[in-house]
């Protein structure tokens, strides 16, 4: 049979967005080796994404662009996925945003997405802890989780060393229980950390920010395929 080609959707969607008209040549033949995907979403909305480019985008209005994408491929693909959005203050107030679960439909998901708003900060193990135990249980052959963050985590009492070492001890538990854990990052500070929280092949740095979008759909397709 026929599966939608995620890798040209998102470029029909990039065109849309450009009011270019999109390629309408939008099917490829199934693959043999094409896995049924749950698919979970973490997008970093700490205070941080506040930020604006030199053209005065802000992070987190690329990051709403970048889930929109996302969005719209994913529901034209059918793989069962949900979308989160976290910020923290403390251990004891992170907050797991639900954009859409996996028991509900997309239309829910674009006013939740187009909502959000920078606040606090990035206490982003817990927020992994918690998506992971959400993903785990979905039937399907595997499940990816990504991850979308513009910086270190960092929260109260949760910095440097002991903010990488936590995270990446939440990336490992997720893997060893059989969950793909892929990040995507924009951080013009500094990025070294992302290898220890990710492994050297578990990231990809945006160096573009407004790439974000095309950069996240990419990456789902890899993983459908890979």
Known sequence: GDALDLAAITDALVDRRMGRSPDERLYE????????????????????????????????????????????????????YAMFAFASLGAHDVQVK?????DER?????????????????????????????????????QLLLILSDGRPSDVQYHEEY??????????????????????AIDFEDHVYLAEIFGVSGYVYVRDPHALGRQLVRSIASMLHS
């Not at 639900?98 to 996996?102: A, D, E, N, T, W």
């Not at 997405?113 to 595997?142: C, E, K, Y």
């Open 98 to 102: 639900s954009l859409k679960g996996f």
């Open 163 to 184: 903010a990488v070492a936590d995270t990446r001890r939440a990336v490992l538990d997720a893997r060893n229980q059989g969950t793909t854990v892929f990040g995507l």
């Open 29 to 80: 033949r199934t693959q043999s080796n094409r896995r049924a995907l749950a698919i979970a979403v973490l997008v970093d909305v700490s205070g941080s994404t506040s930020n604006q480019l030199e053209d005065g985008a802000r992070i987190i209005d690329l990051e709403k662009q970048a889930l929109l994408m996302a969005h719209d491929a994913l529901e034209a693909v059918g793989d069962p």
């Open 106 to 142: 997309g239309i829910v998901t674009r006013p939740r997405i187009h909502a959000l708003q920078p606040d606090q900060n990035t206490r982003l193990g817990a927020a992994v802890r918690h998506v992971s135990r959400v993903l785990a249980p979905q039937p399907a052959t595997s």
